[in-house]
């Protein structure tokens, strides 16, 4: 029962090519969040969004951007993939405003650039 | 702003030996404490959480007790298994005030049989 669903789970892409990963879920959480995880270091917050209210952080960069058309889908576009955006992509959701309430995560997309 | 720090790994154990992982805080409201597990290739798998000071979160053997008067949330457990190799991510959120999930570095557990 996946219930934040990410896909692919792997994919390769050419240098300088616009990819698109996306993630759907079946929790109806108002919050989904986009991590990179670089190999043996911790998940980093890209942005994320409350409910249509888009949050992005300071620093990350202008060639990664997302989409989040309904409450079940969130998508993230990176324009133009270079070699040091190679990394497992993490998505994840929760519910703002509630004391005991955790992130649930996807299955994560690793992203290979070529 | 908010932060974790958890112990440098990597952690290596023998099957049925004692686990500590350190794990300590800095924040300025009242946050969330958790641990997250990840095995290789996988996403992040909630392992347990404490939402208040003094709280003691525990799953599969594993416990953590929110301390606030130390900010620390240090990860235990009695009697590790081979099948507990993974990396564990100290983590804390303050959902009320819109702060995403902050992780620590992670320290990779390796156990032997």
């Known amino acids: 029962d996946a219930m934040v669903i990410q896909n692919p789970r792997y994919q390769v892409t050419q240098f300088g090519k616009p990819v698109t990963l996306s993630c759907s879920q079946t929790?109806?959480?108002?919050?989904m969040y986009w991590y990179q995880q670089k190999s043996s270091q911790a998940p980093k917050l890209l942005f994320h969004y409350y409910d249509k209210d888009f949050n992005n952080e300071a620093d990350t960069p202008d060639n990664f951007q997302s989409r989040r058309p309904n409450t079940s889908f969130c998508f993230l576009d990176i324009r133009s993939p270079g070699l040091g955006d190679a990394a497992m992509y993490l998505c994840?959701?929760?519910?703002?405003?509630?004391?005991?309430?955790?992130?649930?995560f996807g299955q994560g997309t690793r992203l290979t650039v070529v | 702003g908010n932060s974790v720090t958890q112990m440098e790994g990597p952690v290596t154990l023998s099957e049925e030996a004692f686990l500590t992982i350190n794990c300590t805080y800095t924040a300025t409201g009242y946050p969330s404490l958790f641990w997250y597990v990840q095995y290789p290739g996988e996403g992040l798998q909630l392992l347990l959480k404490?939402?208040?000071?003094?709280d003691k979160g525990s799953n599969k053997g594993f416990e953590a007790t929110y301390r606030k008067e130390t900010t620390s949330f240090h990860l235990e457990k009695g009697s590790v298994q081979v099948s507990d190799s993974a990396v564990y991510f100290c983590a804390l959120s303050d959902y009320q005030a819109g702060t995403a999930l902050i992780f620590g570095k992670g320290t990779t557990l390796s156990v032997s049989s």
């Open positions: 404490a939402t208040k000071a003094d």
């Open positions: 994840a959701t929760s519910t703002r405003g509630s004391m005991n309430t955790e992130a649930f």
């Open positions: 929790l109806n959480h108002n919050v």
